[in-house]
Nanobody, 123 residues
Framework: QVQLVESGGGLVQAGGSLRLSCAASGRSFRSYFMAWFCQAPGKEREFVAAISWSGGSTDYADSVKGRFTISRDNAKNTVYLQMNSLKPEDTAVYYC????????????????WGQGTQVTVSS
């Protein structure tokens, strides 16, 4: 089992940057595919980015390509989301998720979730 704790959210002006972190505890973190999702009020949870167990493969939602970067440090059991050029429409709660099987975009495929961290981008 994996426990996930996100941090790094906050309030930032449009055009600014934030780096989210997701610290994992439990066994075999490096064998899990990791992802970030976001959920705005009244909307469904949406895929943001994913990374393979080695960090060698990544995937991004079209809306964040070129602005966000997902990375992981298996020695620290941590996955990151560097968010640059933030827009007001990026405002949401951001969740970290883990999946032992494959790198996919559907939230239903992820077994473990963090509690989320709020990101608010002002215009």
């Amino acid at each position: 089992q994996v426990q996930l704790v996100e941090s790094g959210g906050g309030l930032v002006q449009a055009g600014g940057s934030l780096r989210l972190s997701c610290a994992a505890s439990g066994r075999s973190f490096r064998s899990y595919f990791m992802a970030w999702f976001c959920q705005a009020p009244g909307k469904e949870r949406e895929f943001v980015a994913a990374i393979s167990w080695s960090g060698g493969s990544t995937d991004y939602a079209d809306s964040v390509k070129g602005r966000f970067t997902i990375s992981r440090d298996n020695a620290k059991n941590t996955v990151y989301l560097q968010m640059n050029s933030l827009k007001p429409e990026d405002t949401a709660v951001y969740y970290c998720a883990a999946n032992p099987r494959r790198m996919v975009t559907a939230p239903g495929n992820y077994n473990y979730w963090g509690q989320g961290t709020q990101v608010t981008v002002s215009s």
